[in-house]
């Protein structure tokens, strides 16, 4: 490291790069071996001359060792203190790579505080001549001071003391050892001299990478708000026919020592006259194959069509303000877009499903978020406002492969439109209740302003026995930038509003009211007012993240033809619902009064936490306070083999009826298909259940065949065949190959690669 040639080289590496460095050490390496080639040619046949200068030489080195050694008593240099700067990539997983300089000093790597901390997103501070500095590090609570001068790191309330050996500063940059960045700020790095690289990673979220991910998760936000911007636009095709997907599902139950069944659900996916058809037909064993349980739509689109954008005909959801219990089969057409329009803010959706089920949300057909429901079954959306009619549907995965979906409990009561544009819909059909009743309904919305929609239309139901034909007025206002309200006026029947108010603090507020007409049967309801609350705040407590809700609600019941007052059920219900380190916990207390008479009042506990070797453990109990006792307990254990398998067991027991329930399953996933089997004990009543479900995409264009486990009517694709346009046309001639090595990168959904050509 001392010699001054080598030094050379080392400098060198700043100004002509590594190219050079590599280049003047394989030089120096050859001159060597030519040296000791040359040597060997003459060895045993030295000149006397050679052999004279050799000797002159040698004498000439001693003395220079013995004068340096005289030298070096009161002399002598510290080598160990001089570093060199070397420009190497800094590489950081999930993020990507810089170039940054680092300071080399013997063994040791010295990085650059200011350069590292700025890729990282961590807010850094230096002083005049990077004597100090400070910031904080992710959170603004924790923050930290480097100081040169006096040789310390003060850091979340501690003071680490270094040496002076342990910075170095230049006129550009403060560097310290790289040790110190992992003992202090959890900054693991490895230096690799070969490649000059760094790896650098952490157990902490760090601000860049956080920002990536929040950015990743809003793609799908931006393209409802709009700002997905294309530099191409290809049309779509509309095919005459097409089969392109099938999902099918198969379940048996057996009862021992009673009665089996078996159902089959099978779903197809198609385009029809250049529209996309989905359908889904169900069997059952034990009831006759009825068309009414059946499902089939069928659906032209074209948002370049001003006046007709869609097109609907089958079993149809139209919408409608009278109670219709059955499936419509009908016709629907609306100048409705197919793609979102800008989004203004967002409307918080939350309820119940069975324990650590997953939950898709979908905004008009786009996957908008995903989350995992907690121990009690509880989870919460922020759905975003989109402008125009706004079809929200939920799809629940058990661990079993159970998949549910729900459209209507989850229908956003504000429908904005942009000034000035008008949308209208309308529909007509025959409702399948064994009467063969029509429905008709026109809508019409318009954007009065940016914060005022208006709208209204007619319906009509047959079935009703008193009042076929009715209209309805509804309203949407913007009251403030985190203010809504949303009302609706039907006439003879009732009058509805609900006002939503989200505060700067994350606390949501709703407060719901809705009047019936005594004696109107167009929604078919046993009471005559409808009050609700809802409050909801996140929280924190001892660094554990929560949300707490509050949902008060209460119902009358006027009775027609009597003197008695009308009967008020009130049902409040409060739950706290907490997740930290794959720990997920819900407290959850409801009571039910009528008139004021405490009937019940009771609290769910339940709690998720992963135990050793990867067990998933669920206990739950459920106290009632009106019997001062546990009314029942229940515990559940999952473990997952890698990410195909799953075996399950659960024990539930009733104190009340002292009814006892276990039950044990196993679920696999093939690459081809899912298989399952579960086994219930109920007391003296034992079941069997075994299902397999798949699915299989077809696309002849390019003779693929998949078969695969998941859910695929419904969604679609595209196909992308990369050539070489030899002639330039924009078609695949015969003689122009396939061009492979093009990656494709999408916002949603998944990417399948097929070599073959």
């Known amino acids: 490291l001392n010699n001054p040639y080598i030094k050379t080289l080392k400098s060198s590496l700043h100004r002509e790069g590594r190219e050079h460095y590599f280049s003047q050490f394989q030089t120096l390496h050859k001159e060597k071996e030519s040296t000791q080639l040359s040597n060997k040619k003459i060895r045993g046949k030295q000149v006397p001359s050679i052999q004279k200068s050799l000797w002159l030489v040698l004498v000439f080195l001693s003395f220079l060792f013995i004068s340096s050694k005289i030298f070096a008593e009161n002399t002598e240099p510290d080598y160990s203190m001089e570093s060199d700067e070397v420009l190497v990539f800094l590489y950081v997983k999930n993020l990507g790579t ?54 310390f790191i003060i850091y979340q309330g501690k003071t680490y003391t270094l040496s002076p050996n342990d910075f170095i500063v230049t006129e550009t940059n403060l560097y ?122 069928w659906r032209y689109a074209n948002n370049e069509n001003k006046i007709v954008r869609q097109v609907l005909a089958g079993k149809i959801a139209t919408q409608s303000v009278s109670s219709v219990f059955n499936p419509v089969i009908g016709l629907q057409i609306t100048n409705a877009r197919t793609i979102n329009r800008k989004s203004f803010g967002s409307y918080t959706l939350s309820n119940y499903t069975k324990p650590n089920w997953t939950v898709e949300l979908y905004v008009n057909n786009i996957l908008i978020d995903y989350v995992k429901a907690d121990a009690s079954g509880f989870f919460t959306f922020d759905v975003p406002l989109i402008y125009g009619s706004t079809d929200v549907t939920l799809r629940y995965y058990g661990p079993w492969g159970e998949e549910l979906t729900s459209k209507q409990s989850f229908n956003i009561p504000f429908n904005f439109l942009p000034p000035k544009e008008l949308e209208y819909k309308v529909s007509s059909g025959v409702i399948e209740d064994g009467k063969n009743s029509l429905l008709g309904q026109a809508r019409i919305n318009y954007g009065l302003t940016r ?195 799953v075996i399950n067991a659960s024990y539930q027991h009733n104190l009340i009826n002292n009814l006892t329930l276990y039950q044990v399953g196993f679920r696999y996933d093939f690459s081809y298909a899912r298989v399952g089997f579960t086994a219930f004990q109920s007391n003296n009543s034992t079941t069997l259940s075994e299902f397999a479900s798949g699915s299989l995409i077809y696309q002849p264009q390019i003779n693929y065949v998949d078969i695969n486990v998941n859910t695929n009517v419904g969604r679609g694709g595209l196909i992308f065949l990369p050539f070489l346009d030899i002639n330039n046309d924009g078609k695949k001639d015969a003689n122009e190959p396939k061009v492979s090595g093009l990656n494709i990168m999408m916002s949603g959904g998944g990417i399948q690669k097929i070599s073959k050509d």
């Open 98 to 151: 810089c170039e940054i300089p680092v300071a080399i000093r013997g063994q040791d790597a010295y990085l650059p505080v200011v350069d590292v901390f700025n890729f990282l997103k961590i807010r850094s501070i230096p002083g005049n001549g990077f004597d100090v500095i400070s910031g904080f590090f992710i959170d603004q609570k924790n923050t930290y001071q480097i100081d040169r001068v006096n040789n």
């Open 176 to 297: 310290l050892k790289s040790k110190y960045l992992e003992q202090i700020f959890g900054l693991e790095s490895k230096f690799n001299f070969r490649t000059l690289t760094i790896s650098l990673k952490s157990e902490l979220e760090l601000p860049a990478i956080r920002e990536m991910r929040l950015e990743q998760m809003h793609s799908n936000f931006d393209r409802l708000r709009g700002h997905m911007k294309a530099d191409t636009n290809i049309a779509r095709t509309y095919p005459l026919l097409h089969f392109g997907v099938a999902d099918w599902y198969v379940n048996s139950n057996q009862q021992i020592n009673g009665k089996s069944n078996a159902r089959l659900n099978l779903g197809l996916g198609a385009i029809i006259a250049g529209g996309e058809f989905n359908s889904l037909l169900l069997y059952n064993a034990n009831q006759p194959f009825l068309e009414k349980q059946q499902y089939y739509l």
């Open 451 to 645: 914060f005022i929609t208006i709208g209204g239309g007619l319906e009509y139901n047959s079935s009703i026995s008193t009042t076929k034909r009715f209209s309805f007025f509804n309203t949407s206002v913007r009251l403030a930038s985190n203010m809504l309200f949303s009302g609706e006026f039907v006439d003879g029947v009732r009058y509805k509003g609900l006002l939503s108010y989200h505060l700067p603090s994350d606390l949501q507020l709703e407060l719901y009211y809705s009047k019936y007409n005594p004696g109107q049967q167009v929604i078919k309801l046993n009471y005559t007012e409808e009050r609700r609350l809802m409050v909801s705040k996140p929280f924190k407590l001892l660094s554990m993240p929560g949300l707490s809700r509050f949902t008060l609600s209460q119902n009358l019941i006027q009775h027609p033809n009597s003197d008695l007052p009308p009967t008020k059920y009130t049902i409040p219900e409060f739950s706290l619902s907490s997740a930290i380190h794959g720990v997920s916990m819900n407290i959850t207390t409801t009571a039910f009064i009528i008139d004021n008479i405490n009937s019940s009042i009771f609290s769910d506990a339940s709690i998720s936490v992963t135990l050793r070797g990867g067990i998933l453990f669920s206990p739950q109990i459920r106290f009632d306070y009106k019997l001062n006792k546990i009314s029942i307990v229940k515990y559940s254990f999952e473990k997952r083999f890698k990410k195909y398998g």
